[in-house]
């Protein structure tokens, strides 16, 4: 009997501890964080706050793969190592700058996996800076050897959420892209949107298109055997060391590289305290009234589409060189530029909107230097691009935000969207032993590698 008395007192008493930590967590709950439950229900079909959580890292099976490239651990680590390993720069045009390059030179993640400057410089650079902005041509090299991007490399991060590659997303052979194969000729990508998605097929065209050289000899000099073993052991040994196996491990790794540690992911797993009222203000904002959503959407905050908003381009400034001037015009219509529809002319891929606050630049052009300009640029009705009126957006000039509703918006973007832990996904050292992200001897000497 006295038993019964104490489990009926035991259960009693998690009852109320229950009642009571419940009307603490309702109590916590305020009219503003009512409202952003409500509009992310509106914009989410139903689903809510989970429709926005990234996953972590090493949840493998929560994160969007191509069924043709299945993440697993050895895969990620030989990516992580790839994407940052200098050695891999192993066919220059010009023989000094061997080895001095990487991907990660134009997404380094002292500017969260954005480039640093302007427009992104592979071989044929000079320097690192802080953050990658410190970044030049090398006066050296002709300019007509040196690897220059036509539009801004756009970040590395949540790119998991996405189906093609580039601004204009020619490269991958699903998603958005079924239904264009009669355009891969012209845009010169048959050879090798082979089926794979862009985050994969990306991984293949940049080791050419950037010279880098990641071959069987590669691998045995710079000890990388065992990672390729490990990571593809299906497949056959004659086949194991390839240029496309490394672009998969690249490709992995990528995958993985979520901005799952910034305020905006805690506060959707249920710490109201993880934003200010000011954030939350801005998130309504965001959710609502500025109509983010309608593009911005999903856990990372981007849809697979293409839209236009007249953004302006690169040019021949100081800080841009367009080296085709001829081709650059195809570069200029965006999607309409790669599926040679007129009503795709003027569009451009949805960015992610995660850790903008270290990106410096916005826009595939490079044309905005902060967030709120970009901001009040959408807010207005003036375009930098006027060839793109007939596709513009509904959104340009539509959301008349006041003075004090941009300041909270852009707070909302420049913090609570921001994962400031990001050296967790860069490994310590590579196994050429190379300074990395860069190896040239201005980057050397500004990261410390001497």
């Known amino acids: 009997m006295i038993r019964k008395l104490l489990y009926i007192s035991f259960i009693s008493l998690l009852f109320l501890t229950s009642c009571e930590d419940n009307d603490t967590y309702e109590l916590a709950k ?56 200098t050695a891999t720069g192993g066919i220059p045009k010009m ?8 991907c990660a030179t134009c997404h380094p993640v002292a500017s969260s996996f954005y480039a640093g400057r302007r427009q992104g410089i592979g071989e044929g650079g000079t320097g690192f800076g802080f953050a990658g902005e410190g970044r030049q041509i090398d006066l050296s090299m002709p300019l007509d050897s040196v690897d220059l991007q036509p539009v801004r490399p ?33 845009a010169g990508v048959s050879e ?72 905006w992911q805690y506060y959707l797993k249920g710490d109201y305290d993880a934003l200010s009222e000011k954030e939350k203000r801005g998130a309504i904002l965001f959710a609502g009234k500025g109509q983010c959503m309608n593009c911005h959407t999903g856990p990372a905050l981007k849809d697979q589409e293409f839209h236009a908003f007249g953004f302006g381009h690169f040019d021949d400034s100081n800080d841009a060189v367009v080296l085709d001037d001829t081709g650059f015009e195809t570069v200029k219509k965006g ?69 004090e509703e941009i300041a909270d918006l852009t707070y909302f973007l420049e913090n609570s969207l921001y994962d400031a832990e990001l050296l967790r996904y860069v490994p310590d050292a590579v196994k050429s032993g190379n300074c990395f992200p860069n190896a040239d001897d201005q980057s050397i000497i500004d990261l410390g590698c001497n």
Do not use: C
Not at 64 to 83: M, R, S
Not at 243 to 257: D, E, K, Y
Not at 350 to 374: C, K, M, Q, W
């Open 30 to 85: 305020s009219e503003l964080d009512i409202r952003i439950e409500e509009l992310l229900e509106q914009n989410s079909d139903g689903q809510g706050k989970s429709f926005f959580i990234l996953p972590d890292s090493d949840d493998f099976a929560a994160i969007p793969q191509d069924p043709l490239n299945p993440i697993n651990t050895y895969k990620v680590a030989l990516g992580q190592l790839l994407l940052h390993e």
């Open 95 to 102: 023989s000094q700058m061997e080895s001095t390059y990487s």
């Open 154 to 186: 756009p970040t590395l991060l949540n790119v998991a959420y996405q189906e093609t590659a580039l601004w204009n997303g020619m490269l991958g052979a699903t998603g958005p892209n079924s239904g264009t194969e009669s355009q891969w000729a012209t």
């Open 192 to 263: 090798n949107n082979l089926g794979f998605q862009g985050l994969e097929t990306q991984g293949i065209v940049g080791q050419k298109m950037h010279r880098l050289k990641i071959d069987e000899e590669f691998i045995n000099e710079n000890g990388y055997r065992w990672l390729f073993n490990k990571a593809f052991e299906n497949v056959s040994e004659s086949q194991r060391y390839t240029p496309q196996n490394a672009a998969l491990a690249i490709a992995a790794f990528n995958r993985t590289l979520l901005a799952n540690r910034s305020p």
């Open 335 to 403: 999607r309409g530029g790669f599926t040679g529809s007129t009503a795709d002319d003027y569009k451009f891929k949805t960015p992610t909107l995660y850790n903008l606050r270290d990106a410096a630049f916005y826009g595939h052009g490079s044309t905005f230097t902060s967030i709120e300009e970009v901001i009040r640029y959408k807010n207005g009705s003036t375009l930098q691009d006027q060839n793109a009126t007939t596709n513009i957006a509904q959104e340009m000039g539509a959301i008349q935000l006041t003075e």
